[in-house]
């Protein structure tokens, strides 16, 4: 995918608070790690992954902040929600490395949201079928991932 094509599309959030990717994902993927069922509540989850910047948020002084991870409350992540309606708006990084939408959580349009390449913490332990839709499978981040730099 085209990261510098135009994504003023990719807009998220709520009545309150707007979420826009000036970019597109530089990691996009469905998740199958514990957190994200915990968090969603869905058995997968479409995840994509922001350079720090290129998500922008119009409000940021109207999001409440909480641990991502709840066994890790200390952890990089921040779920943010709206502090009016309490919808799910993004992931933030505290380290400022990237900034995370779910697509089909945090408001956007799903169907004009890029699919995602890949499958991400699969673990065949767990009991159910490993995916088969033709994308690649992996027990972390596709191998070629890095980590931006945090700001």
């Known amino acids: 995918m085209n990261r510098e094509a135009k994504m003023a599309e990719l807009s998220g959030?709520?009545?309150h608070?707007?979420?826009t990717a000036l970019h597109g994902p530089i990691d996009n993927h469905i998740c199958h790690c514990n957190v994200c069922k915990g968090v969603t509540g869905q058995q997968t989850t479409h995840v994509a992954f922001f350079n720090y910047g290129d998500l922008t948020v119009d409000h940021p002084e109207?999001?409440?902040r909480q641990p991502f991870n709840k066994d890790n409350p200390n952890g990089p992540l921040e779920l943010c929600?709206?502090?009016d309606c309490g919808?799910?708006?993004m992931l933030d990084d505290k380290q400022k490395r990237i900034r995370v939408a779910v697509p089909n959580v945090m408001g956007y349009d799903v169907a004009g949201f890029p699919a995602a390449s890949?499958?991400?913490f699969y673990d065949a332990s767990k009991g159910y079928a490993k995916p088969d839709d033709g994308r690649p499978v992996y027990e972390g981040l596709r191998p070629e991932f890095?980590?931006?730099?945090g700001g």
Not at 146 to 149: R, S, T
Request: contains cysteine; hydrophobic residues 55%; positive net charge.
């Open 13 to 15: 959030g709520c009545a």
């Open 17 to 19: 608070v707007h979420v």
């Open 62 to 64: 109207k999001l409440a």
């Open 81 to 83: 929600t709206c502090a």
């Open 87 to 89: 919808a799910a708006i």
């Open 118 to 120: 890949y499958h991400a």
């Open 146 to 149: 890095v980590w931006p730099k």
